[in-house]
């Protein structure tokens, strides 16, 4: 049954993990992002606190004690307070009332509290209090005073607070009504010297104002006078529609200048001329007489001769009758072309008028904003002189007024009260605030401490700094001693083996009574250990398929990490799970396997190699385990690493190699001796054991650099004593538990 049920699991564990040469860090992927989605930060977190409880504890106690003692070694103290309402609730009185000061969005409204607290509290003003505390407290000098008094506004309201602290309530009650008396009388006379004063004040500046007021006026006068100026609007209107009804006329003036030329060079041209002498009446007179003439000479010439008197007589009249005609002609044209060149210069000149008013327009309008700057400058100061003469003359009235009231600019809202309880030392709350710092700086020298400390504090932190392959996880058992307490005995070829189960390792790891455990607590009895074996197991011999491992060395980085008590628990897992196992000590220089495996130590591995001793003399079988041969360290030699890299072991490990299924090494640390290198070259490769809380990261680091630029084959990496608790069915274990699940679900 078990046997299936380990091929079985087996098999499950295949269906997840390559075979290949080396473990991938992939392979549990799954697992990790199970632990993270569960919130590992925060199991991290609590392992730390229950790892440095002991220093959490010791800083809370110190600090809780120091804290304890101190609160309860302070002398009681005592504070008193009155209030002082300083300005008024509402602003009924400031009704009429007009500021001098001009408003600023920097400056703030009302009193500057800062200032007259400051004020309150200067040397100064309190040097008359202090004359009359004396005489009943000659103790009380101003240092003191201003240390134990308290002024402050309170929140955003008008009031201010003043309170006094000291151990006798009877002198804060005397303090503090001397200076409730003192701070009213101060507010009194010191607002009316101020109304005083402002009056004063403004009547000196009254007739400057006035006389600045009229000057401005009489300026304002003068500017429109010269200038023609109403204001700047009205002004730039004007401008702009001057500006724009000459430019009507240009346009007009443009088309008759164009018409003008136009038509004086049409009067140059012959058929313009013509046309012009066809409208001139005179010019056609002379015409219409020229051709009777012509008429006239062409009907004598039928009668006459060319010599006849009559002929030369019209012949004569017809000639003087043409330069008349062309006298006639050319004036009308010169006339006609006199006109058209008298109008174009008209228009020329219609043209440049128009040209120079447009000048002269446009230099007003450039000096339009230079007049308005003035005209706003003058007016500006001319409103501000006014408005000042306005509220100097109503603060006037208004201070005269106030003079004539003994108003109370200060009220006493809420009297001293002689304190019943003291304000410190104030012991519940003193106790919680130090319990918290303690608490506080408690985890701080935890943190400080987990800084420091150069060790590993569980699987995730091993995997994720180390780099390698992670084999294996084997849970703390501090009850774990032996073959007492992991002792399984085969009882056949196909039977059950037999559990045998120490009762103490029982009621450790299980609910099960230990008077009476169960059948399957007793399979499941060697809880997380048995099962985190069975994967270690499985993970090596499925590190590579084609050729299984057949030998491997089981070491680790410093002393104390278990590597001993690990190779004899696999070897035995090995050999229950039917392999014909050896385990070999090569520790000759501290052998612990014959102490765990409770066999002699008279012969061993160093008997072997120094002398002709059979090895069947030497390897003994351990006890319920037919499968199983140790050899243990034999004599401890002067020399172990001549020993072990001499060729007598090499022969040695060859022959072990071919007789066994699976033959194990027990040898010294890596780190520092040579001892491990020296066999693990003849083997399949090292499983290096990392003992939680006990592993020196740096060294276990730089061993892992070393191997891999080595041609030592490192398996990977085996946790020992993980104290994450679980069992059985219920155990959460990283990865024995998935197997567990999956060959449970197989079978």
Known sequence: MLNKQITNQTNSINSIIPTSGSFPDSTFSQFAEQEQSDGLSFKSFFELLQRRAIIIVAVISAGMTGVTYSTLKQEPIYQGNFQILVEPVNNDDQVGKINLEVESPFSKPGLDYESQIQVLKSSELLEPIIKTL????????????????????????????????????????????????????????????????????????????????????????????????????????????????????????????????????????????????NDAPLYQQLIAQQRQLDTQISGELARFQTDNPVIQTLQEKRNNLLPIINAEAKRILNTRIAQ?????????????????????????????????????DIQLNLQLANESLTRFLAKREQLQIDVAQTELPWELIQAFTLPRYPISPNVPRSLLLGFVASSLLGIGAAFLREQTDNTYHSVENVQDKMGVPLLGSLPFNKNLVGSRSFNLRKRGKDQEPEVVVDPLMVSDESNTSPRRPSRSSYYYGQGSFWESLQVLYSNIQLLNSDRPIKSLVVSSAVPGDGKSTVAFSLAKTAAVMGKKVLLVDCDLRKPKVHKISKLNNLWGITSLISSDIDVEQVIQKVPGFDDLSVITAGPVPPDPARLLSSDKMSQLMDYFTEHFDLVIYDTPPLSGLVDARL????????????RIDKTDKSVAKQLVHTLKASPINLLGLVVNGDKFRGLGYNYNYRYSSYYYTKSQAVS
Do not use: C, W
């Open 134 to 277: 004396q005489q009943s407290y000659p103790e009380i000098t101003y240092n003191s005073l201003v240390s134990s008094l308290n002024i402050r506004r309170v929140g955003t309201t008008k009031i201010i607070e003043i309170s006094y602290q000291s151990n006798n309530p009877q002198e804060i009650q005397f303090v503090l009504n001397t200076f409730s008396q003192f701070y009213l009388k101060y507010s009194l006379d010191k607002r009316q010297t101020k109304l005083s004063q402002g009056v004063k004040f403004v009547n000196q500046q009254l007739p400057n104002i006035q006389n600045r007021v009229t000057q401005l006026q009489k300026e304002m006068q003068i500017f429109r006078q010269k200038y023609n100026f109403i204001s700047p609007e009205s002004q730039s209107g004007i401008i702009t529609g001057k500006l724009q009804s000459l430019a009507q006329q240009r346009l007009s003036v443009n088309q008759q200048l164009a018409a003008a030329k136009n038509n004086y060079l049409r009067l140059q041209t012959p058929e313009e001329q013509l046309a012009i002498l």
């Open 340 to 376: 058209a060149a008298v109008l174009v210069r008209k228009v020329e000149v219609d043209n440049q008028q128009l040209t120079q008013a447009e000048q002269q327009l446009q230099s007003e309008l450039k000096q339009l904003p230079i007049l308005s700057r003035q005209y706003t």
């Open 679 to 690: 066999v693990a070259v003849h083997t399949d490769g090292v499983m290096l054991v990392v």
